[in-house]
């Protein structure tokens, strides 16, 4: 059963620290999406890859979050410095995309992120 | 970015039929849409997807009329373990508007 899985599930950090999540998309898939999770803003799309290339990263903050894909294998998203506001669970998910069809996404079960 | 508005809650009881609308006016000609599920402390997950008129699976089906400005979700006989928010949205390809949840409507059953 292929899934996205996601490091670390949990992480508390304190302002001003670098945080790194790191999600292993599914075998095979050509899309990979980050998006972030809040009470008060619901699910955003934070940036999102197709065959490793950045193809929209205009739901990041510029200045401290920077996404990228090493391999097929691995996606990172990077916060630094972090900042109490950052407190969020941040999903990945991928998809494979042919064409201009879009198909569903699967998502990974999250990283819950503190900043204190 | 095309617009989808969803009823914001919904309650039912265990064994009725549930139906979710969702209005989206500006829908493109091109557009697909997508329904996905989300439970508390998961990320959301597929549930079902069309075009136009109605599609069905084994877990739900879309109503699409002909203007295309509305769909429904239907879930027949709804148990206890369907609580969960439900997103409705509107695009083709990966484009940004394809990838906009919004607010969800959050259906609690009740047994």
């Known amino acids: 059963d292929a899934r996205v899985t996601q490091t670390p599930r949990h992480k508390v950090t304190e302002m001003g620290q670098e945080v790194t999540m790191r999600c292993q998309p599914i075998?095979?898939?050509?899309?990979v999406f980050w998006y972030r999770q809040t009470m008060m803003q619901g699910l955003e799309l934070l940036a999102y890859?197709?065959?490793?290339?950045?193809?929209?990263d205009s739901g990041m903050p510029k200045d401290r979050f920077s996404a990228e894909m090493p391999d097929a294998t691995l996606a990172t998203l990077k916060i630094q410095p972090s900042e109490p506001r950052d407190s969020a669970v941040y999903f990945c998910?991928?998809?494979?995309?042919?064409?201009?069809?879009?198909?569903?996404?699967?998502f990974g079960p999250g990283t819950r992120l503190t900043v204190l | 970015l095309a617009k989808t508005t969803q009823p914001i809650s919904m309650d039912s009881y265990e064994g009725q039929e549930v139906n979710i609308t969702c209005s989206h006016n500006?829908?493109?000609?091109?557009?697909?849409i997508t329904w996905y599920q989300q439970f508390p402390s998961q990320g959301p997950r597929f549930i079902i997807q069309?075009?136009?008129t109605k599609v069905t699976n084994e877990v739900a089906s879309l109503f699409i009329p002909a203007d295309r400005k509305s769909s429904t979700l239907s879930l027949p006989r709804v148990s206890l373990s369907d609580t969960a928010v439900y997103y409705c949205?509107?695009?083709?390809?990966?484009?940004?508007?394809?990838?906009?949840f919004g607010s969800g409507t959050r259906l609690q059953v009740q047994p």
């Open positions: 949205l509107v695009g083709r390809d990966t484009g940004r508007r394809a990838l906009t």
């Open positions: 069309g075009y136009k």
């Open positions: 890859f197709r065959n490793r290339a950045p193809l929209d």
């Open positions: 500006n829908i493109a000609t091109n557009d697909y």
């Open positions: 998910a991928s998809g494979l995309v042919l064409g201009q069809l879009y198909n569903e996404q699967f």
């Open positions: 075998l095979g898939h050509n899309t």
